[in-house]
């Protein structure tokens, strides 16, 4: 399979704290991955090829303003709950393929989010209200669906697909609504690391 890649990364130093509200898109992939006590945050905007084009140009006539105003519009909620974020990356991607002369067109942000993860011995809790509450969203009214890996969901958010996925420390059991060593509650994630 043949790809052409074009991939711009920008990497801004500091903390930031900042919410998902800033973009209008076809589609939102949203994925949390935990690293000890640190979680990873990623997003992954899929656009229409004119919007794409429309988000590019305005980046690339001010790039620094450009994230600027993005931290600025997403910040609205994450603060609140004691998050900060730092090692903020974005990337515009497009994809050709082709065998099947198609184009996609996606934008990623990603970035670590630190203070939502506790750790006491060998017993880790990770809080989510920074993440749920600016989307209404709860693990348990939302129906999250768990597994041994962490909780996912899909649905709808201000008029867009959205599927947002937790991965946690792989356990032996699915994380559960109120299981115990390992399980969640209505906006928190626990379980347990062996060795500590």
């Known amino acids: ?32 991955t935990v690293e000890e006590v640190s979680l990873h945050y990623r ?14 140009k305005e980046y690339t006539s001010d790039k620094r303003g450009y994230v600027t105003d993005l931290a600025a519009a997403t910040a609205t909620g994450w603060g609140s709950y004691g998050v900060t974020v730092g090692e903020w990356q974005l990337s515009f991607w497009e994809n050709y393929t082709l065998e099947i002369d198609k184009a996609t067109y996606s934008t990623f942000f990603e970035c670590f989010v630190k203070g939502a993860v506790s750790k006491r011995g060998t017993n880790y809790t990770a809080r989510f209200q920074w993440l749920l509450t600016p989307l209404g969203l709860d693990f348990i009214d939302d129906s999250f669906v768990p597994s041994k890996t962490g909780l996912s969901w899909e649905g709808e958010r201000n008029g867009t697909p959205t599927t947002i996925m937790v991965k946690a420390p792989t356990q032996e059991a699915d994380y559960t609504a109120w299981h115990h060593p390992n399980g969640h509650c209505h906006a928190h994630v626990w379980w347990t690391k062996k060795g500590g």
């Not at 043949?2 to 973009?23: E, K, M, P, Q, W």
């Not at 997003?43 to 590019?56: C, I, N, S």
Request: hydrophobic fraction near 50%; avoid cysteine; charged fraction near 25%.
């Open 1 to 32: 399979m043949s790809r052409h890649r074009l991939a711009l990364v920008l990497l801004l130093g500091g903390l930031l704290t900042f919410s998902l509200t800033a973009f209008t898109a076809r589609e939102r992939v949203i994925t949390i």
């Open 43 to 56: 997003e992954e905007v899929l656009w229409d090829e004119e919007r794409f084009t429309h988000e590019y």
